[in-house]
C-alpha cells in the first residue's frame, strides 16, 4: 500500500523559514522522481519541483529559486522542502507525489 505523507507546514512570518517533509512508503523510494508542487486559494496547482533519484533538482519555479531548496534521504524514505525567506505569495497548500501518489498536502500560510 503506497502511503505519502506531508509534514512541517505552518503560520509564519514574513521572512522565515519552514522544512516541509514527504515520507513515503510501499514503493521503490530510492528509484522514483519526488516533486513538490503547491496550489494557493483561487489558483492552479504548481510545480515546485523535483528531485531525481540521483538528487539532481529539476525545475525549481523561478519565483522559489535561491530560498527554497530540495533534497531527498534515500535511506529514510523521505523528500524535503527547505523553505527560507518566506513571503506572503507562498502561501499555498503544499503536496509531495510520488510514483503516480499524492499527499494529503500541508498548509503554508505566511502572514505579517
Known amino acids: 500500500q503506497v502511503q505519502i505523507v506531508e509534514s512541517g507546514g505552518g503560520l509564519v512570518q514574513p521572512g522565515e523559514s519552514l522544512r516541509l517533509s514527504c515520507v513515503a512508503s510501499?514503493?521503490?523510494?530510492?528509484?522514483?522522481?519526488i516533486y513538490w508542487y503547491r496550489q494557493a486559494p483561487g489558483k492552479k496547482r504548481e510545480l515546485v519541483g523535483y528531485?531525481?533519484?540521483?538528487?539532481?533538482?529539476?525545475d525549481v519555479l523561478d519565483s522559489v529559486k535561491g530560498r527554497f531548496t530540495i533534497s531527498r534521504h534515500n535511506a529514510n524514505n523521505t523528500g524535503y522542502l527547505q523553505m527560507n525567506s518566506l513571503k506572503p505569495e507562498d502561501t499555498a497548500m503544499y503536496y509531495c507525489s510520488a510514483y503516480g501518489y499524492w499527499g494529503q498536502g500541508t498548509q503554508v500560510t505566511v502572514s505579517p
Open positions: 510501499g514503493f521503490p523510494f530510492s528509484t522514483q522522481r
Open positions: 528531485i531525481a533519484s540521483d538528487g539532481i533538482v529539476f
